[in-house]
């Protein structure tokens, strides 16, 4: 691998193709910070107005540290993976109490922040930061696997390594955030996951698997299980115009998040009974049901339902249901919910 001239090269397209995207407009750490947290998981096109909400509302480390836990889930809301929300929220305070509200520059203290791990760290003390820490992420990984025909899985933990030493020799020491994120732009759209345009790749004249024909071989995955499907019961209570919703567990899946009270139907159970005893179980209070509202399908990338009753609950008015932090799956029935009782 001739790292020199993929360095130069990778420059000089990123310089003229990078796409204007809103944290690119300033090297805060916070906003650098704030945008890696979300794009983790999430699509650049979802981020950009969550990003920019975001950062309206908490335009700094003191702002985000001193709001309620319930807003900036509010805020988040629909962007999924809540634990980024709750653990960015704790690292503020963090901050804020132990470095002054300054996003700290070195690895020993931002990387044990609550939830910045390696990929977090190296991202914002690369770019906002100048430190010399390679990204691999998927997109690293995949443009590595076909640069250098590695033939290791990048979905298989143990390729970790490899995958992050080839970054190592690659980086460029001059300026390690504008190079991490120039890999990251190439492979989200060039090196694409499906179909890589190496018409258009300024790295063709290095890369092995091209040279092999054999970029359809990489990256090498490993088969992943199949999604398992899972039937959720969701009871919507009413009473006096209020509906009950129930607050879920700080940890865990959406956790801290507001919804209806919601379970697994055990087997050979019926959604109508298995509402009933969920929303005993939850609050107990013993319901009878009236009719289906409706049946949705909603897709979780991972998947681990349970509460441990009993929770939070509460009595609210439907037009004082926005107030309140719901998930995805939730916002799908909510409006139909409203037409026919609120
Ligand atoms: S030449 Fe093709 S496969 Fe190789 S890095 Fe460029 S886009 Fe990816």
């Known amino acids: 691998m001739d790292s020199g001239k993929i360095r130069v090269r990778l420059k000089k397209w990123y310089q003229k193709s990078k796409r204007p995207l809103p944290w690119r407009e300033s090297k805060s750490p916070y906003f650098v910070w704030v945008s890696e947290v979300m794009l983790q998981q999430t699509q650049v096109n979802t981020v ?19 709001a309620d836990l319930q807003d900036v889930l509010k805020i988040w809301e629909g962007l999924g993976y809540y634990a980024r929300a709750r653990n960015l929220h704790k690292a503020a305070k963090v901050v804020l109490e132990l470095h002054g509200g300054q996003v700290p520059g070195t690895w020993d203290k931002f990387r044990y922040l609550p939830g910045v791990g390696d990929y977090i760290a190296s991202a914002v003390l690369s770019i906002a930061f100048g430190r010399p820490y390679p990204v691999v992420d998927g997109n690293v ?59 258009a790749c300024p790295l063709q004249s290095c890369c092995l698997a091209l040279d092999r024909n054999q970029v359809a071989m990489y990256p090498k995955t490993l088969q992943r299980p199949k999604t398992p499907l899972h039937h959720l019961a969701v009871a919507v209570i009413l009473k006096d115009g209020k509906t009950l919703i129930v607050r879920r567990p700080e940890k865990g899946l959406l956790g801290g998040l507001w919804e209806f009270p919601t379970g697994r139907t055990g087997q050979d159970e019926s959604p109508e009974s298995a509402c009933v005893r969920i929303v005993k179980e939850q609050a107990n209070l013993k319901v009878s049901i009236q009719s289906k509202l409706t049946g949705i399908r909603h897709a979780y990338t991972h998947f681990k339902m349970k509460l441990d009753g009993p929770a939070d ?24 919910l409203i037409a026919q009782h609120g």
């Open 48 to 66: 950009i107005p969550y990003y920019q909400r975001f950062i309206a509302r908490f335009p700094d480390v003191r702002g985000l540290a001193e």
């Open 141 to 199: 990984k995949r443009v590595l696997a076909r640069l250098t025909a590695m033939d290791l899985p990048v979905n298989q933990s143990s390729s970790y390594r490899n995958f992050h030493q080839a970054a190592v020799e690659l980086l460029d020491h001059d300026d390690p955030g504008e190079f991490n994120q120039a890999v990251m732009e190439l492979g989200a759209l060039v090196c694409k996951p499906g179909k890589p345009d190496c018409q």
């Open 313 to 336: 609950y509460r009595w609210v008015g439907f037009d004082e249901l926005n107030n309140y932090p719901f998930p995805k799956a939730n916002h799908k029935f909510i409006p139909m």
